[in-house]
């Protein structure tokens, strides 16, 4: 069954190789014009997005899944976007480029080439905000923690704050930034854990293990997109929740590279969980919404009724 490629917000690794293809580019280099070229796009209208032009952008880096464009001029100036589910970065070495059509929100330009904010998506989420000081700036803060930035005690706490299922608290934004369906779903896979599963329930091993599952995939996708981009800025389609080296997102139906076993899935609206019932759910196959309604009595609940 073929799977349906729906827009995914871009997390942790995607978020960092944007930043790596970023810096390069623009930061240094002065921001000659900011054109908006959706109106929905620009949240904020005290300071008038005008304030970035003539301005160099100092640095660049992430909050959760934002981006925050430090400015020049020692009054504490921050550019923030988010891209939301379908916002993406397009990058002409053209400066002042003709915009990509009308999926093109905003344009930054500068000397070097141009730095565009596309959606391909009707709803049109993403949005851009400017905001003076760093305490307003703390306002789009999620209040998530990066794993790498957690002691084991620290990552426990957060984690079994509250008694939800993995899938839930690895992807509450509120708890850990950078994660979401996608990488959520290979975390658990290499820790060989259940995605409903509840926080609670697990032992101190278990939680060790999930951490330490949550940095080996994050840093070795981080560093395997850098090194694959390299210095080419990602294009249309790059920045994706289904890459081919996956080991269970995307996978449906594909076998598992640890066992073999068909990779199953649970769908909730445009959410699809990923996961190997072998390795993770002790040979259980989750109930999916949509086709364990349909099917009823019917529905095979263990890996060996499937295969059979």
């Not at 990509?100 to 851009?128: C, H, N, W, Y």
Request: with cysteine.
């Amino acid at each position: 069954m073929a799977v349906q490629l729906l827009p995914a917000m871009p997390e942790l690794p995607d978020i960092e190789l944007y930043l790596h293809a970023l810096r390069p580019r623009v930061v240094g280099r002065v921001v000659e014009r900011f054109r908006v070229l959706s109106p929905f796009v620009l949240r904020t209208f005290d300071p008038p997005i005008e304030t970035v032009e003539g301005r160099p952008v100092e640095s660049i880096s992430r909050m959760g899944k934002r981006f925050v464009f430090a400015m020049s001029g020692g009054d504490e100036l921050f550019l923030i976007i988010h891209l939301m589910i379908a916002g993406r970065f397009r990058w002409s070495g053209a400066s002042g480029a003709k915009p990509p059509g009308k999926i093109a929100l905003a344009a930054m330009d500068f000397d070097v080439g141009t730095l565009f904010l596309v959606e391909s998506s009707t709803q049109k989420r993403a949005g851009v905000w400017l905001a003076r000081g760093k305490d307003a700036v703390r306002e789009h803060d999620p209040g998530g923690a990066s794993v790498f930035d957690l002691t084991e005690d620290q990552f426990a706490e957060r984690l079994t704050r509250s008694n939800h299922t993995l899938k839930r608290a690895l992807t509450d934004p509120k708890l850990f930034d950078g994660i979401g369906n996608a990488y959520s779903d290979e975390i658990l896979h290499a820790a060989g854990l259940s995605p409903v599963w509840l926080t609670q329930k697990l032992d101190r091993d278990e939680i060790a293990r999930l951490l330490r599952s949550a940095r080996d995939v994050l840093t070795r996708w981080t560093a395997g997109l850098q090194e694959e981009f390299g210095a080419r800025f990602p294009g249309p389609g790059d920045v994706t929740a289904f890459r081919p080296a996956f080991a269970a997102h995307g996978k449906f139906g594909q076998p598992c590279p640890a066992c073999g076993t068909k990779i199953q899935r649970i769908r909730y609206a445009d959410n699809e969980t990923n996961y190997c019932p072998r390795c993770q759910t002790n040979g259980v196959v989750l109930a999916d919404r949509s086709l364990s309604r349909l099917l009823k009595g019917d529905w095979p609940r263990r890996v060996e009724d499937w295969e059979s």
